[in-house]
């Protein structure tokens, strides 16, 4: 793994642990819960344009 900073190595040490202790989370009954977040960048009035809830984004 590489980043554009050069930190790649360091951030590849961090990461591939928590890939394995994730997986070894989802092999364990109810010991994993993932939570989705979609971030997006607001507009210059601090609205998003996204719908505010989930009915209305999936229509």
Not at 9 to 19: N, Q, S
Not at 21 to 30: N, Q, R, V, Y
């Amino acid at each position: 793994m590489s980043s554009a900073n050069g930190r790649g190595g360091e951030r590849a040490r961090t990461w591939l642990p928590y890939l394995a202790t994730s997986a070894l989370g989802f092999e364990e009954k109810d010991q994993l819960t993932i939570h989705q977040v979609l971030a997006v960048r607001p507009s210059d009035d601090g609205s998003s344009g996204l719908p505010r809830t989930r009915s209305l984004w999936l229509g």
